[in-house]
């Protein structure tokens, strides 16, 4: 079993900046895909991004802004978030071969 670990949520300003990360343990599968996903209050959990291999992935919304990238060890992955807008606030998970994170809050004031 894969136990999954987020941090570096926080309260920014509108135009900043945060950078996630999330550590996996356990049962990792360094082949399958590491991503990021979020979810606002009332609405629908929605990818973010992943990362599998070279290859990245972003939801439009995101492009441009986000970058996720994951270390050599395959065990942790990072969103590094800039040109933030309150739209973007959410509960910021991250998943691996099926199992989820606990979250973390991203909250972007204007």
């Known amino acids: 079993q894969v136990h999954l670990v987020e941090s570096g949520g926080g309260l920014v300003q509108a135009g900043g900046s945060l950078r996630l990360s999330c550590t996996a343990s356990g049962s990792i599968i360094r082949a399958n895909a590491m991503g990021w996903y979020r979810q606002a209050p009332g609405k629908q959990r929605e990818l973010v991004a992943i990362?599998?291999?070279?290859?990245?992935n972003y939801a439009e919304f995101v492009k441009g802004r986000f970058t996720i990238s994951r270390n050599n060890a395959g065990n942790t992955v990072y969103l590094q978030m800039n040109s933030l807008k309150p739209e973007d606030t959410a509960v910021y998970y991250c998943?691996?071969?099926?199992?989820w994170g606990q979250g973390t809050q991203v909250t972007v004031s204007s």
């Open positions: 990362i599998t291999g070279d290859f990245t």
């Open positions: 998943r691996h071969s099926g199992t």
